[in-house]
C-alpha cells in the first residue's frame, strides 16, 4: 500500500478533528511532524489536540520548548495551560500580553473566578453580556450568576443580584445558590424545583447523563432541608447522592461533609468513612478556600470526639498556620475541656480573630471566669448582635453584675438611642423598652434617672399613659410637690350613668392577714343570705337497710359459720372421700384433738378439782440448749463390707 501524502494526512486530520476524534488525530500529526519537524500547521495541530486530550502540560512544554513555535503569540493557549495546572498568577501574566479579545477575557475572569476575586470577576462577566452576543450568551449568564452567588456565599458581602434569565436549569442552580446565601430557603426550595424540571427536560434521553446534572441541585435540596431543621431528609439526599456517585468529586466532598454535620457526636464511623471522600488532593483543588476550612474544622472535631487528642493537636496548629480564624477556637476547646478557661481565653484572645464566632467564646470564657465588664465588651464586638433587643439585655445584665446599677443604666440608654436610629423596629416596641428602662432605674433605686427617662418618652408621645403613671411614681419617691402637679395631667374619668357606684363601695374590701379580700354586705343582705341558706337545706337521708346473704339460714346467723366447713354438723363428703381423715382446717383445731380438748376444759369440771390443779408443784429444771445441728436427719450408719449373705 502506497504511503500517503502530507495533504493527504492533513485530509484526514482535519476531518477527525471535526468529528471529535482527536486521540486518532494526533498520531496522524505525530508522522507529519516525523517527515518535517519544522512544519508550523503541524505543530499547532499537536497542541490543539493536546489540549482537547487534558494533556495540558505536554502542551505547554511543546509550545515553549519549540524554538519555532515559541515565536508564535500563543499566550491565550499557553494561558490555558497554566490555568489548567493551577498556576493562576503566571496565567495572568500570560494573558496580559496577548490582545484583548472575549476569549481572553473570559479565561481571565475564569482565572479571577477561580482566584476568589469574584468582583473582577463579575465586573468581566457582566461586560462580556451586555457587549457580546453569540451561542455562548447563556454560558457567560451562567458564569455571571455563580460569580454573583459564590461572593454573596464565601465572601459574606452584601451584593446585589442582576436580573439573570432563568431559562436553563444551570441558571436556575445559581439562583438559587444566591438565595440560600441571603438566607431566603423558600426562593431556593422553588428554583431548585424549576432547575430539576429543566434538567430532567433537557436530558430526557440519557438517564445517566441526568443523574449526573441532578446530584448538585439534590445537595442543595438537602441544605434547605438542613437549613429547616430537618436533618432526617436531608441524610437520605446526602446518601443517595454518594451511593449512586453520580456527581464530581465536588459535589461529593459536599454531601459528605454535610452529613458530618449532621452526624456531629454520634455515628463516628460513618463520619471516619465520609471524611476520606472529602480530602483528596484531587477533590481540595476544585473548592473553595472557605469550603477546605470548614472540611479541615470538621476533621479537627472529629478526632476530638474519637479522643484522638494528638491528631487533634495537630490538626489544629494546621490549621492555625494556614491562616484559619477557627483554629484559636478548637485550641480552646482543648483546653476547656481540661478546666483550664484562663489558658482558654489566652488563646483566643492571642488568635485575633474577629470571627464572631470566637468572640462569642471570648465571652462566654470572661463570663465563666468573672469578667463581666469584659464579656458585655467582647459582645459589643459582634456588629450582627449589637442591635438585638435580647443581645442588649444580655449586656446590660453583664454591666450590672460587673460594674453596678449606674453604669448599667448608662448602658441602657445608649442601647435605646442606637435601637431608635436604627430605624428597624417600631414606635410602639420603641415605646415598650424605654418603659422597661424606666422601671430598671426605679428597681435600682434611681427615681430621679426614670423621671429623666419617662419625660424623654413624653416629650415623643404626651398620651401615654403608662408612661405619666410611671412619672407620678418616680417623683413622689424624691419630689413629692412635683408629683402632684404631674398628677393633674392625668385625664378625668368618664363615669357613665349605668355604674353602680353603690355597689363598687360594697365591692372595696379589707384584706384580711392572709391576703384575702372580706366583701362588707349591708344588714339585709345578710339576713337574706341567711334565709336562703336556711331554705336550702337538704333534708337528711335515710339509711337503707343493708341486703342480708342469699345462704343465710332462717333465726339468724349460724352458729358454726366460724368452723372450718368441713367440721360443720350438717356437711356432708362426696362418697369418694367420705371415710378419708379430715386433712383441712385451722392448724390443731382438727377432730382428732376434740378428747384433749376436752380434758382441758375446766369450765366442765367440780370448782375442789380445780383448786387442786392449781396448788403449785415443785419447778423443772431447764434442760440445758442443745448443740445447732447442721441436718435434722439422723446420719446413715456405714455399710459393712463384705461379699456374703445372710
Known amino acids: 500500500m502506497a504511503e500517503k501524502t502530507v495533504e493527504q ?36 495541530c499537536k497542541v490543539v489536540c493536546l489540549l482537547k486530550l487534558d494533556k495540558c502540560k505536554e502542551a505547554y512544554h ?133 432547575a430539576t424540571e429543566l434538567c430532567k427536560k433537557e436530558f430526557e434521553d440519557d438517564e445517566a447523563e441526568t443523574k449526573s446534572e441532578l446530584a448538585p441541585i439534590n445537595v442543595m435540596k438537602g441544605l434547605c432541608l438542613q437549613r429547616r431543621g430537618n436533618s432526617k ?9 454518594l451511593k449512586e456517585k453520580s456527581g464530581d468529586n465536588q459535589t461529593l466532598a459536599v454531601a459528605a461533609n454535610n452529613i458530618i454535620c449532621i452526624n456531629k457526636d454520634q455515628n463516628m464511623f460513618d463520619s471516619k468513612k465520609k471524611l476520606k471522600i472529602a480530602t483528596t488532593d484531587t477533590v481540595r483543588a476544585k473548592l473553595a478556600a472557605s469550603q477546605i476550612n470548614s472540611i479541615d474544622f470538621n476533621s479537627c472535631l472529629l478526632s476530638f470526639y474519637t479522643n484522638q487528642l ?56 470572661m463570663k465563666k471566669t468573672g469578667s463581666y465588664c469584659d464579656s458585655a465588651g467582647a459582645l459589643k464586638k459582634v456588629q450582627s448582635m449589637s442591635n438585638k433587643p435580647g443581645a442588649v439585655s444580655l449586656m446590660a445584665s453583664l454591666t450590672l453584675l460587673g460594674a453596678g446599677p449606674a453604669a448599667a443604666a448608662d448602658y441602657l440608654d445608649g442601647a435605646l438611642e442606637a435601637l431608635r436610629n436604627s430605624g428597624n423596629y417600631t414606635s410602639e416596641e420603641l415605646t415598650g423598652w424605654a418603659l422597661q428602662v424606666a422601671k430598671f432605674n426605679l428597681a435600682h433605686d434611681m427615681p430621679e434617672k426614670a423621671a429623666e427617662n419617662l419625660e424623654n418618652l ?150 375442789k378439782v380445780v383448786e387442786e390443779d392449781s396448788k403449785p408443784t415443785k419447778p423443772t429444771p431447764t434442760p440445758p440448749p442443745q448443740p445447732k445441728q447442721q441436718s435434722s436427719k439422723p446420719k446413715s450408719k456405714p455399710k459393712k463390707k463384705g461379699k456374703g449373705k445372710w
Open 9 to 44: 494526512l492533513f485530509t484526514q486530520i482535519r476531518k477527525l478533528g471535526q468529528d471529535g476524534l482527536h486521540h486518532k488525530a494526533l498520531p496522524l500529526v505525530i508522522e507529519v511532524l516525523k517527515r518535517n519537524p519544522k512544519d508550523m500547521d503541524a505543530l499547532k
Open 62 to 194: 511543546t509550545m515553549t520548548t519549540d524554538k519555532e513555535l515559541s515565536k508564535i503569540p500563543m499566550w491565550h493557549e499557553r494561558a490555558y495551560c497554566l490555568y489548567r495546572q493551577n498556576k493562576l498568577e503566571e496565567a495572568i501574566a500570560e494573558l496580559n500580553n496577548a490582545e484583548p479579545s472575549p476569549k481572553v477575557d473570559e479565561l481571565l475572569a475564569q482565572i479571577y473566578y477561580k482566584l476568589e476575586n469574584y468582583e473582577e470577576a463579575t465586573s468581566i462577566y457582566k461586560a462580556l453580556v451586555k457587549n457580546t452576543m453569540d451561542s455562548y450568551t447563556n454560558e457567560r449568564e451562567t458564569n455571571l450568576a455563580a460569580a454573583l452567588a459564590s461572593s454573596s456565599a464565601f465572601k459574606s458581602k452584601p451584593v446585589k443580584w442582576v436580573g439573570v434569565r432563568e431559562s436553563t436549569y444551570e441558571l436556575c442552580y445559581n439562583s438559587a445558590c444566591y438565595s440560600v446565601s441571603t438566607g431566603d430557603v423558600d426562593a431556593a426550595e422553588s428554583k431548585l424545583e424549576k
Open 233 to 241: 431528609e436531608a441524610l437520605e439526599l446526602y446518601n443517595t447522592v
Open 310 to 365: 494528638d491528631q487533634f493537636k495537630k490538626k489544629s496548629l494546621q490549621l492555625q498556620s494556614a491562616g484559619s480564624p477557627l483554629a484559636p477556637l478548637l485550641l480552646a476547646t482543648s483546653l476547656v475541656r481540661d478546666k483550664k478557661f484562663d489558658d482558654a481565653l489566652k488563646t483566643l484572645q492571642e488568635g485575633n480573630s474577629q470571627d464572631e464566632v470566637v468572640q462569642l467564646s471570648i465571652a462566654e470564657l
Open 458 to 607: 413624653l416629650a415623643r408621645d404626651p398620651t401615654n399613659i403608662k408612661a405619666l403613671a410611671l412619672l407620678i411614681r418616680s417623683y413622689s419617691l424624691f419630689d413629692a410637690p412635683k408629683a402632684h402637679e404631674v398628677a393633674l395631667r392625668l385625664p378625668e374619668i368618664d363615669i357613665s350613668s349605668d355604674i353602680d357606684l353603690e355597689q363598687l363601695e360594697i365591692g372595696v374590701g379589707v384584706t384580711s392577714g392572709r391576703g384575702l379580700r372580706k366583701v362588707i354586705q349591708p344588714e339585709e343582705e345578710k339576713i337574706n343570705e341567711a334565709n336562703r341558706r336556711f331554705e336550702t337545706k337538704e333534708k337528711k337521708r335515710k339509711k337503707k337497710k343493708g341486703k342480708l346473704p342469699k345462704e343465710l339460714v332462717e333465726g339468724g346467723p349460724d352458729p358454726e359459720r366460724w368452723i372450718p366447713r368441713q367440721e360443720r354438723s350438717y356437711y356432708r363428703r362426696k362418697k369418694r372421700n367420705r371415710n378419708e381423715a379430715i386433712g383441712k382446717g385451722s392448724q390443731g383445731l382438727s377432730s382428732v384433738n376434740k378428747a384433749a380438748e376436752a380434758a382441758l376444759d375446766m369450765s366442765d369440771k367440780p370448782k
